[in-house]
């Protein structure tokens, strides 16, 4: 099976469930304090609850490069199999808490398990598709994290049907499933780490790890990638956290219609964003080598008059409208950004450079979390977004000015 034709995209699709579970399991904790803080009465606080989202993301973050680091030195597949089944366990866990400190720690260490997936997912799909099809590739297995997402939100659904320790049991049951499935289907492309699995030389590898820091950081396409890559998710965090508070405030309409409206437009436009942008970057890249640059470019330029229709705007049409094209223009930018380091960055250093990405992407997404909420409080929510507009310009000049890549597939 594993030298079939097809195997590269059963690799995506296989893939694209373990995104789906990532995004849902982490998200679903969002939408069903109300039914936990019944049972949990520390959560009634909203500080209290504040504390279980940040635990995650600073564990998240921090452990990204150190995810990608391991994920560039032995075997991807064992590494995403343990990474799924520990955060389905704790999951599953999840729903026999007693006590805020059971959640609390659960939550920490969900982020360590989850930090785990996202390089060593994405760098074993790029290994698998060559020039031809990454983009597409990536992008596709990108909206099985819109669809988790997506499904999350439905916690409180399942939870109000049922019981919120129901509901983490059957999350955490589906995945531990997945994860035994993924054992016999899955399988690393490296040939050097077939049959590895995470032993190795710790003195060896510190002084690797060492080498693939200081190669990364020597790189000035690396740094400009760096911020290409930061730069929309500040924008990407606000449309998360943030954009169905705008919509409930702009347009005078309860959060029960405008949690629905804001992350459907988002999600559907984001899919869409990426069947157009993943193509595209594919054939342009075989005519012009900066075509994945010039996409991705496509991508930012969209999202720019976008978020100033979202900060300004004042009808359903607009702003709707606005929301779906910073979508499709965010699905075109997120489906690029893996091909746009492989043009940069050796296979062998690709997982770690993606973990630094990452880490970058959610401590910005942090800090525009927290200063959204204080110009929330001022009432200034809406002019918030359409400063944003002017980091996306920024990196949208970096990014045409700085980028020029010589080969599609750095080896």
């Known amino acids: 099976m594993r030298n079939s034709k097809y195997y590269p995209w059963m690799v995506v699709a296989l893939l694209w469930v373990v995104a789906l579970l990532n995004y849902m399991d982490r998200q679903m904790l969002s939408t069903m304090r109300d039914s936990m803080q019944s049972d949990i009465v520390e959560l009634e606080m909203a500080t209290n609850f504040g504390r279980l989202m940040a635990i995650f993301l600073w564990i998240y973050g921090f452990l ?40 609390y720690w659960l939550r920490a260490l969900m982020g360590v398990s989850e930090a785990l997936y996202i390089p060593a997912g994405l760098s074993l799909i790029a290994d698998y598709h060559t020039g031809k099809s990454r983009s597409l590739a990536i992008g596709i297995h990108m909206t099985g994290l819109y669809a988790g997402q997506a499904i999350g939100g439905f916690g409180a659904t399942v939870a109000a049907a049922f019981t919120w320790q129901k509901t983490f049991h059957l999350f955490g049951i589906v995945g531990i499933v997945y994860a035994l499935i993924l054992v016999f289907f899955l399988y690393e492309k490296r040939v050097d780490h077939q049959n590895e699995f995470i032993g190795f030389k710790m003195k060896t590898s510190i002084l690797s790890m060492a080498k693939s820091f200081s190669m990364l950081f020597s790189n000035i396409a690396f740094w400009v990638i760096l911020f290409y890559f930061a730069a929309p998710s500040l924008p990407g965090w606000a449309t998360k956290n943030w954009l169905p508070t705008l919509f409930s405030e702009g347009l005078g309409i309860s ?34 080598i900066r075509g994945r640059i010039y996409t991705g470019a496509i991508g ?10 979202l900060g300004f705007g004042s009808s359903t049409l607009s702003v709707v409208g606005a929301a779906m094209c910073f979508g499709i223009g965010y699905g075109m930018f997120d ?18 450079a993606y973990g630094l990405m990452n880490m970058t992407g959610v401590f910005v997404g942090a800090l525009i979390t927290n200063l959204l909420g204080k110009w929330s409080d001022a009432g200034n929510l809406g002019l918030g977004f359409a400063y944003l507009a002017g980091v996306v310009i920024l990196a949208l000049v970096l990014q045409l000015v700085m980028l020029r890549p010589k080969t599609d597939n750095m080896e």
């Open 300 to 309: 930012l330029s969209l999202m720019i008059p976008a978020l100033l229709f």
């Open 64 to 103: 990204s490069p150190v995810a990608g680091l391991i994920a560039d030195r032995i075997n991807r597949k064992w590494l995403i199999v343990i990474s799924l089944f520990v955060w389905s366990l704790v999951t599953l866990l999840m729903g026999h808490c007693e006590t805020f400190n059971q959640v």
């Open 335 to 352: 489906a690029n950004n893996m091909p746009i380091l492989c043009q940069f960055v050796p296979s062998k250093q690709r997982a770690t």
């Open 255 to 288: 959060m029960s219609t405008a949690g629905p409206m804001s992350t459907i437009a988002i999600a559907v436009s984001s899919f869409v964003g990426v069947m157009i942008g993943g193509p595209l970057s594919d054939r342009w890249v075989k005519k012009n």
